[in-house]
């Protein structure tokens, strides 16, 4: 069994994010993804991945009984189910063949002030931009991309998602300079809030950045079938 780390709390229940919100996010999610955008599913929303490992995905603002259902329905791998609520929540509610991954945190940062911070002697930004979204990486001294990040707005609200620095490059102030230059990025398309959901290491670095938590997001999905 997978033990789960407690938290703060975030909220009267700790359970639940505002719908309006995590719509936007996973519309963001989804435009940055190159996925279809997503759909209603009752007190949801459903996004067509189409990826080997996961063609759909469902996203849920707080348990529901549509979550629950679809959690006794489902039974072959390549679905995935993420809700707003914290995993010792959701490990009670969904059957035992559902795998919990290690739980993150959905976020937001009010008035984005964007602030220059440089980054360690030997490694510089770039940034490419289609379609609305900035992709901005950090390369080392010898050209490798060592840290990437991507960031589009909706409806004034930035969303940002698959931010990483590989291990060898961390403590260093790159995650700081990144964020900070993707806050350029979406500044400048009228942002005036950021959205995110934050992995348990990365949930620091915001926290100290100024985003507060909204409710912790927990991710499961049927493992396939070994060889």
Do not use: N
């Not at 490992?53 to 959690?71: C, E, G, K, W």
């Not at 679905?79 to 739980?103: F, H, N, Q, Y």
């Not at 102030?173 to 900070?180: F, N, P, Y």
Request: contains cysteine; proline residues 10%.
């Amino acid at each position: 069994m997978v033990a789960y780390a407690r938290h703060e709390r975030y909220g009267p229940d700790m359970a639940g994010a505002p719908p309006h919100l995590v719509e936007t996010w996973v519309s963001g999610w989804a435009r940055i993804r190159g996925t279809p955008p997503p759909e209603r599913h009752r007190d949801g929303f459903r996004i067509e991945v189409g990826a080997p490992d996961q063609r759909t995905r469902y996203v849920f603002p707080a348990v529901s009984a549509t979550l629950t259902r679809l959690a006794e329905d489902i039974r072959l791998p390549g679905i995935c189910l993420k809700v707003c609520a914290p995993p010792e929540t959701v490990r009670v509610l969904v059957p035992r063949r559902w795998r919990l991954d290690p739980p993150g945190t959905f976020m937001q940062r009010d008035d984005i002030a964007p602030e220059a911070i440089p980054l360690p002697d030997g490694y510089r930004l770039e940034r490419e931009t289609a379609e609305g979204i900035d992709s901005i990486c950090v390369l080392a001294a010898d050209d490798s991309v060592i840290a990437t990040g991507h960031v589009v707005v909706i409806d004034r609200a930035a969303i940002y998602d698959r931010i990483a620095t590989h291990e060898d490059h961390r403590r260093l102030g790159i995650g700081r300079a990144l964020v900070a230059a993707l806050d350029h990025a979406a500044v400048a398309r009228g942002a005036r809030r950021g959205l995110l959901v934050a992995t348990e290491p990365g949930r620091a670095l915001y926290t100290a950045l100024g985003w507060k938590p909204l409710a912790q997001y927990t991710s499961m999905a049927i493992a396939p079938p070994r060889p």
